[in-house]
């Protein structure tokens, strides 16, 4: 098992990849440093540094393709989207208000909820908080709110089992890796562990990680967020601290990769989220979406459009960017609204509004909710207008 955790490590985010990029290459527009905490070596993005202008990302330099899937119409398929978690065959939704899990296929084709709310076996008792499809198995974990249990079903829906962990987990997040699940969590100041790991299969624990004090929390105010966008990488930001961080497994040790700082006495809120093994994306609440470059060490405002369909505005907040995927689930009336409206704006080229009518002639009202998909690209570059 080791030698496989070891093959992971070297795709692991920016540790060793691009700090050396970083550290060789230092040119750049001056938004971006690097700092040593801890030995470890972290970006540190200025919005102070950052120019004003915004640069136009076309969608299709982000994601390799993107499609738009019908799901299937019917009384039990409908739901209330969250998160939604694409795989090469599954499309899950995570729901709101505390709705069971729903699994569609890749085409559209409803398969069934997953679990449901109750205090029996299979059932939560609130909230899911993270998910992950293993398809290769065949295989959901699903991840409550608050529990001392992560529960396992297949993708039939069948409860399986569940992996018990030694404490309530907080607003956990999950992760999978070589038959390891990692979970980490919001701890309290009574908690003993921040991420304990579990082997799959046993349920064992094998590795436990004490909650460094800047992560206790005292209410359930924070979040954690989380991408896995980057295979091989458990990335993620809690909001008690202002830095993204990664977990390393085979270390059991929590990294710091990465940063915003500011000249300001109002400290603004942001999320920061990984795109790829190169870009991090910073949402600044009231500013704007910032991508840093951390191959050019150059960070810029940007707008994503999706000039697959018609160069509408393509949503990119964290709900939209996970797993290798940008995905926007949407009902179709806000759509035709969006694209109605859309459609009035005089700067349109002819095939724009082509691509968007045609876009618009095949939706139907009172139907399921539609689901773009696009897998991310391994290279990105930022281009401007």
């Given at each position: 098992m080791k030698n496989v955790f070891m093959k992971s490590i070297v795709k692991i985010l920016f540790i060793a990849f691009v700090f050396s990029l970083c550290c060789c290459s230092p040119k750049g527009d001056g938004s971006v440093s690097i700092e040593e905490v801890n030995g470890n070596k972290m970006a540190v993005f200025s919005?102070?540094?950052?120019?004003?202008?915004?640069?136009?990302?076309l969608l299709s330099s982000l994601v390799e393709d993107c499609s738009m899937v019908q799901l299937e119409t019917n009384d039990d398929a409908f739901f209330i989207p969250w998160f939604t978690t694409v795989t090469d065959k599954y499309i899950g939704i995570r729901q709101q208000e505390g709705r069971p899990y729903m699994l569609f296929s890749r085409s559209g084709k409803f398969i069934g909820s997953v679990g449901s709310l109750g205090q029996g076996p299979g059932e939560y008792s609130f909230s899911l908080y993270d998910d992950i499809i293993d398809e290769e198995n065949e295989l959901i974990y699903l991840a409550p709110f608050t529990s001392d249990k992560i529960l396992v079903y297949n993708t039939s829906g069948r409860f399986l089992k569940n992996i018990v962990a030694p404490q309530r987990l907080n607003k956990p997040k999950i992760f999978l890796s070589d038959n390891v699940l990692t979970v980490i969590h919001m701890p309290f100041s009574n908690d003993k562990v921040m991420a304990i790991q579990f082997d799959v299969n046993t349920g064992n624990i094998l590795k436990e990680f004490a909650p460094p004090e800047h992560f206790i929390v005292s209410n359930y105010d924070g979040e954690i967020f989380?991408?896995?966008?980057?295979?091989?990488?458990?990335?993620?930001?809690?909001?008690?601290?202002?830095?993204?961080?990664q977990f390393n497994v085979e270390e059991n040790a929590i990294i710091p990769l990465f940063t915003m700082t500011f000249n300001s006495s109002e400290k603004p809120y942001k999320q920061y989220y990984v795109l790829n093994d190169h870009v991090v994306l910073t949402n600044v609440l009231g500013k704007g979406l910032v991508a840093t470059d951390l191959k050019n060490m150059t960070s810029s405002y940007i707008n994503v459009v999706n000039d697959y369909y018609g160069n509408m505005p393509a949503p990119t907040y964290i709900v939209q960017l996970r797993n290798g995927y940008w995905v926007h689930n949407i009902q179709p009336e806000q759509l035709m609204d969006d694209i109605e409206s859309y459609l009035s704006n005089s700067r349109l080229t002819e095939k724009d509004k082509q691509s968007l009518n045609n876009t618009l002639s095949s939706l139907k009202e009172n139907t399921n909710n539609v689901v773009f998909v696009g897998k991310l690209r391994k290279e990105i570059k930022m281009k401007r207008d």
């Open positions: 919005l102070n540094n950052l120019k004003s202008d915004i640069t136009t990302v989380n991408t896995r966008n980057v295979q091989g990488a458990f990335d993620f930001t809690h909001t008690r601290s202002d830095t993204l961080y």
